[in-house]
């Protein structure tokens, strides 16, 4: 058996629950003051909305005939995502810090997904994949949040 979407989503579900943790870990710091750790609340909250759509697109695909993804594509798919790596800086003291950090970092998110999604289409027909329109919701979620992060910056 081959690699499907569902195996694509497991691995940005758990880019998603690493960025939760990360959140979590930042507002355990004593140095963080209390508006910047009700920030961080809500960033958390997002954070396991969208571990929540991931995880319903997820069962949603398990149910369909799913078209495999060629071995060297989700080879590809795979090395970006693990390269995708980051770490909390150690210089937040602000939620201004905080939230150009987060909209950095979304931003980074939303280029990952969307060079995963171009990955996947090698003809036409590939953009009405299940796989495709799976990524095209995220992208969709993923575009609202760094707008909605954007207009704290202003």
């Known amino acids: 058996m081959g690699y499907t979407i569902i195996d694509v989503l497991d691995k940005l579900i758990k880019v998603e629950e ?14 963080i003051d209390v508006k910047t750790k009700l920030v961080l609340r809500v960033f958390e909250k997002e954070q396991n ?70 990955l996947l289409v090698r003809r036409l027909k590939d953009m009405d994949s299940h796989a495709y329109n799976a990524l095209t919701e995220i992208i969709k979620e993923k575009e609202k949040y760094v707008g909605d992060i954007q207009i704290f910056l202003k």
């Open 18 to 31: 690493n960025g939760h943790n990360m959140y979590a870990a930042i507002g355990a710091k004593d140095s």
């Open 49 to 118: 909305k969208h571990i929540v759509i991931y995880k319903k697109l997820r069962e949603q695909a398990a149910k369909k005939n799913l078209e495999e993804i060629d071995f060297d594509i989700y080879d590809k798919v795979s090395n970006l995502i693990s390269k995708f790596i980051y770490s909390y800086p150690e210089n937040i003291v602000d939620v201004k810090d905080l939230l150009r950090f987060f909209f950095n970092l979304e931003k980074e998110k939303l280029a990952l997904t969307i060079s995963i999604q171009g």
